[in-house]
């Protein structure tokens, strides 16, 4: 099934591929922000899981193990941020910011051994005559296990939020931290749960990038999805379900612009490298203009440190 | 008596870096009777209570809960040993439901279906209707208050602690809140119930223990001391009432045509068209319950926010469009609620502070450049005008009390003369005595001729000191009537009512 050159079902197999990071990250990051902090080093956290991942996965030869690796280094320096921000009460901005700048520098320090290195490939999983099936075969039963596990998580995460207790005392946590410390909770100690889930999310995204992805490290290979993934979690007025739209349609402009690359339209490749920022952001806009509530759905201590005063 | 007493308190004290907030204080409640803790601001009172939910630990002394050693270390541990506590600063979550926020009260919640259902039993039981459903956002103040003290009762506890519950509710919705309170202690819940307003306490309390500077200076029956015996043991001491002069009324000076606003925040109200006229020499009282409009109201009088043409005339003159310092230039000039980040920048001394509004109407100012002399002498007028109390005006806004913060701020607007102030909740959170001397000091600026807007929940304030009285409700301004022979009734049918109430009220009423 081709259309103007292009293979609709091979991009829709691919767009849910290129989508994983941003969806991983995305998610972590929601969790966070739901609790009422607001990590800008989304961005550093995920190439830190990226370089750890693949150093790990190739020491080890194991890929599972790579990707944990990943999901532990973005939480190593989740928690650096934790401690920052939550124990010192450092601003979250700034604290967030230097997060991304320190570790997108670590990280070109430790991958310098690592370039032009192969990584242990990740099988694809194999569902029988499922993965025969026209059309759905390729598009629903051709993927690795971490595109299944991404969708499973942003599911458990939906279901997480709404039906549990521990969900609702995150949420409540991040609408009202003095609330939620005169009825008892430790604000501080779910905040850092959160952060550290957060992190463990972008690592676990980060290593998709380096390990199954390109797949191989390259300095500075995240490219800017932390950030996406920060502008999907505001623009999905914090919703899980609405996060993994936000992702789809990001991966998809970005498998899409890849296709097209290859078709060999004349369209200058910088235009077409730009367009999954640019349409990304302006659907979300346009979004969140419709849903006029949506910009008004963040947590209402989002970015407040919280200190306890008596 | 021990076995008898439901909580003993002995030798209880608790000191912060540089302040003994509670020393040797002791008291016991019977089970299902109503205990007053009487005090002024910072007498205590609230840390005696925080020690109690398990907020904040002892240095020393003893409680015991039905004779047994009560230490609780948090406030999970007070909830299960049957404590609970509806909280002065609402203790709820805006985004989240009545149900959510009730289970996030409770040690185990049952599951969402089950709680609701429970929640309507218990609100028809006690006359408290709520609906589980709704988002806490877009309730009233006191139905959000209704579901801190269901989740209380959902809880089956023993000693109910209430802080301040009425401070934000109209006349009707306190009579609700009495009548729920007098069954729950003819139950034999015993009622730890903490106020100001004493003629509340003489109405609803069984027997009173009074705090001052942190220490308990006596213990009485409410109903046998008139409200003003009770006051001059809470101050230790006399203090002078209010002098309310006759004033006659000159020209107009504000007029308010028509004013129509959108709200400011997500869950605030839009004004609806305004309309006001105060003359000189008149003071007008808007009152209303919290969230009514007050702070847009003074924002947009002030020049804060702008409003369309010829909706706002100052002295005959349009100043729709002004901002404050154009107004203050015209000889309005107004206090906002909000002491700290509002009235005045926390961390600037009270010189500093000086210059924020007094620049336009006084010669702080030379040349472009900032008359530190000329500043510093204004700010020792305002503390020696006003007696408030602080080492100089070095000190930073935010090391004052709130009491005499409030003094200072209100002092400096009174002292540039305004033609017209308007001030909101102008004694909030202040001691009796300074609270009288505000209010006198905004007397004796109308009766120098300037037209005066206080702008206050405390109906018995207003009744005090203004001559005409409006309510702000939902954003619209009832027409004045003049506050002579306005009974409190009254004044709360024109507040709103109870919000869903009416029936019950009725029923009230004919029984």
């Known amino acids: 099934m081709t259309l103007g050159g292009i293979d609709i079902i091979v991009l829709i197999a691919t767009l849910m591929t290129a989508s994983t990071p941003v969806l991983l990250a995305a998610t972590g990051e929601l969790i966070a922000e739901k609790a009422g902090v607001l990590n800008l080093g989304v961005e550093g956290m995920m190439i830190m899981g990226a370089v750890g991942g693949f150093a790990a996965a190739t020491a080890t030869g194991s890929p599972v193990l790579g990707f944990l690796f990943g999901a532990v280094a973005g939480a190593v320096l989740a928690m650096v941020f934790a401690i920052l921000t939550q124990v010192f009460l450092s601003n979250q901005t700034a604290t967030g910011l230097a997060l991304t700048l320190f570790g997108l520098g670590l990280s070109a320090l430790i991958g310098k051994g690592y370039e032009g290195v192969r990584p242990p490939p990740t099988a694809k999983?194999?569902?029988?005559?499922?993965?025969?099936?026209?059309?759905?075969?390729?598009?629903?039963?051709?993927?690795?296990?971490?595109?299944?596990?991404?969708?499973?998580?942003?599911?458990?995460?939906?279901?997480?939020?709404?039906?549990?207790?521990?969900?609702l005392v995150l949420r409540a946590v991040?609408?009202?931290?003095?609330?939620?410390?005169?009825?008892?909770?430790?604000?501080?100690?779910?905040?850092?749960?959160?952060?550290?889930?957060?992190?463990?999310?972008?690592?676990?995204?980060?290593?998709?990038?380096?390990?199954?992805?390109?797949?191989?490290?390259?300095?500075?290979?995240?490219?800017?999805?932390?950030?996406?993934?920060?502008?999907?979690?505001?623009?999905?007025?914090?919703?899980?379900?609405?996060?993994?739209?936000?992702?789809?349609?990001?991966?998809?402009?970005?498998?899409?612009?890849?296709?097209?690359?290859?078709?060999?339209?004349?369209?200058?490749?910088?235009?077409?490298?730009?367009?999954?920022?640019?349409?990304?952001?302006?659907?979300?806009?346009?979004?969140?203009?419709?849903?006029?509530?949506?910009?008004?759905?963040a947590p209402a201590d989002l970015g407040r440190s919280f200190h306890a005063s008596s | 008596m021990t076995g008898t007493m439901l909580l003993e308190i002995e030798g209880l004290r608790k000191a912060y870096p540089g302040v003994v907030a509670n020393d040797n204080v002791g008291f016991a409640i019977a089970p299902g009777e109503v205990h007053a803790l009487l005090g002024e601001n910072g007498a205590g009172k609230s840390t005696l209570v925080k020690m109690i939910y398990g907020l904040v630990?002892?240095?020393?002394?003893?409680?015991?809960?039905?004779?047994?050693?009560y230490e609780p270390a948090e406030p999970r541990a007070a909830r299960a040993a049957g404590v609970a506590m509806v909280f002065q600063h609402f203790s709820l979550f805006e985004a989240l439901n009545v149900a959510e926020n009730v289970a996030l009260g409770m040690e185990n919640p049952p599951p969402m279906r089950d709680l609701a259902r429970r929640i309507r039993?218990?609100?028809?039981?006690?006359?408290?209707?709520?609906?589980?459903?709704?988002?806490?956002?877009?309730?009233?103040?006191?139905?959000?208050?209704?579901?801190?003290?269901?989740?209380?009762?959902?809880?089956?506890?023993?000693?109910?602690?209430?802080?301040?519950?009425?401070?934000?509710?109209?006349?009707?919705?306190?009579?609700?809140?009495?009548?729920?309170?007098?069954?729950?202690?003819?139950?034999?819940?015993?009622?730890?119930?903490?106020?100001?307003?004493?003629?509340?306490?003489?109405?609803?309390c069984d027997s009173a223990t009074i705090l001052r500077g942190g220490k308990v200076v006596g213990h009485c029956t409410p109903r046998e001391k008139t409200a003003r015996e009770l006051a001059e043991m809470m101050v230790g001491g006399e203090f002078a009432m209010t002098d309310r002069a006759g004033r006659s009324f000159g020209n107009p000076v504000l007029v308010v045509k028509d004013l129509n606003l959108p709200p400011m925040s997500q869950f605030g109200p839009s004004l609806k068209g305004i309309n006001l006229t105060l003359r000189a020499g008149e003071v007008l009282g808007i009152g209303g319950v919290a969230g009514n409009g007050q702070e847009e109201l003074l924002a947009t009088l002030s020049g804060e926010r702008p409003s369309e043409?010829?909706?706002?005339?100052?002295?005959?003159?349009?100043?729709?469009?002004?901002?404050?310092?154009?107004?203050?230039?015209?000889?309005?000039l107004s206090a906002p609620e909000?002491?700290?980040?509002?009235?005045?920048?926390?961390?600037?001394?009270?010189?500093?502070?000086?210059?924020?509004?007094?620049?336009?109407?006084?010669?702080?100012?030379?040349?472009?450049?900032?008359?530190?002399?000329?500043?510093?002498?204004?700010?020792?007028?305002?503390?020696?005008?006003?007696?408030?109390?602080?080492?100089?005006?070095?000190?930073?806004?935010?090391?004052?009390?709130?009491?005499?913060?409030?003094?200072?701020?209100?002092?400096?607007?009174?002292?540039?003369?305004?033609?017209?102030?308007?001030?909101?909740?102008?004694?909030?959170?202040?001691?009796?005595?300074?609270?009288?001397?505000?209010?006198?000091?905004?007397?004796?600026?109308?009766?120098?001729?300037?037209?005066?807007?206080?702008?206050?929940?405390?109906?018995?304030?207003?009744?005090?000191?203004?001559?005409?009285?409006?309510?702000?409700?939902?954003?619209?301004?009832?027409?004045?009537?003049?506050?002579?022979?306005?009974?409190?009734?009254?004044?709360?049918?024109?507040?709103?009512?109870?919000?869903?109430?009416?029936?019950?009220?009725?029923?009230?009423?004919?029984?």
């Open chain 2, 121 to 204: 039993e218990i609100s028809n039981t006690y006359g408290l209707p709520l609906d589980p459903d709704r988002t806490v956002g877009d309730l009233s103040a006191g139905e959000r208050q209704r579901v801190e003290i269901i989740r209380c009762l959902l809880q089956d506890p023993k000693l109910l602690i209430m802080d301040e519950p009425t401070s934000v509710l109209t006349p009707q919705e306190v009579e609700i809140l009495f009548h729920t309170l007098r069954k729950l202690s003819a139950e034999g819940t015993a009622i730890l119930y903490i106020s100001h307003k004493l003629e509340e306490i003489r109405a609803l």
């Open chain 2, 309 to 332: 043409d010829e909706t706002v005339v100052i002295k005959g003159q349009e100043a729709s469009r002004l901002g404050p310092n154009e107004r203050r230039a015209m000889g309005l």
């Open chain 1, 174 to 297: 991040g609408e009202s931290h003095d609330a939620a410390h005169a009825l008892g909770y430790r604000v501080i100690a779910v905040r850092i749960a959160a952060l550290a889930f957060g992190g463990a999310c972008a690592g676990f995204g980060g290593a998709y990038l380096s390990l199954v992805r390109v797949p191989q490290w390259t300095e500075g290979m995240t490219a800017g999805a932390g950030w996406i993934a920060l502008a999907i979690v505001v623009f999905a007025s914090w919703r899980p379900e609405r996060v993994l739209i936000g992702a789809y349609l990001f991966g998809g402009i970005t498998a899409l612009q890849l296709q097209l690359q290859a078709a060999g339209y004349a369209i200058p490749v910088h235009l077409l490298s730009m367009a999954p920022y640019v349409i990304t952001i302006v659907v979300l806009v346009l979004l969140s203009a419709l849903h006029r509530h949506g910009a008004q759905a």
């Open chain 2, 338 to 511: 909000e002491r700290l980040g509002h009235a005045a920048v926390p961390a600037m001394s009270l010189t500093e502070n000086t210059l924020l509004t007094g620049t336009i109407r006084r010669p702080l100012m030379k040349k472009g450049f900032i008359d530190m002399g000329a500043a510093k002498g204004f700010a020792e007028e305002i503390i020696k005008a006003f007696d408030v109390r602080t080492p100089g005006p070095h000190v930073a806004a935010r090391a004052l009390s709130g009491g005499n913060l409030q003094k200072y701020v209100i002092g400096r607007e009174v002292l540039q003369a305004p033609d017209v102030l308007i001030v909101n909740q102008p004694t909030w959170g202040v001691d009796a005595a300074a609270a009288a001397s505000i209010r006198q000091a905004l007397l004796d600026l109308a009766s120098k001729g300037a037209g005066v807007i206080v702008i206050s929940q405390d109906l018995d304030e207003l009744m005090e000191i203004a001559d005409n009285f409006c309510a702000l409700y939902e954003g619209r301004l009832s027409p004045p009537r003049p506050t002579e022979g306005l009974t409190i009734d009254e004044i709360g049918l024109m507040l709103g009512g109870a919000h869903g109430m009416t029936d019950v009220v009725a029923e009230e009423a004919a029984s």
């Open chain 1, 125 to 167: 999983l194999d569902f029988g005559p499922l993965g025969d099936i026209p059309v759905l075969g390729p598009i629903f039963f051709s993927h690795d296990w971490v595109v299944y596990a991404s969708l499973v998580l942003v599911a458990l995460t939906w279901a997480f939020l709404k039906f549990t207790r521990a969900g």
């Open chain 2, 57 to 69: 630990k002892p240095d020393a002394g003893t409680m015991r809960l039905m004779g047994a050693a």
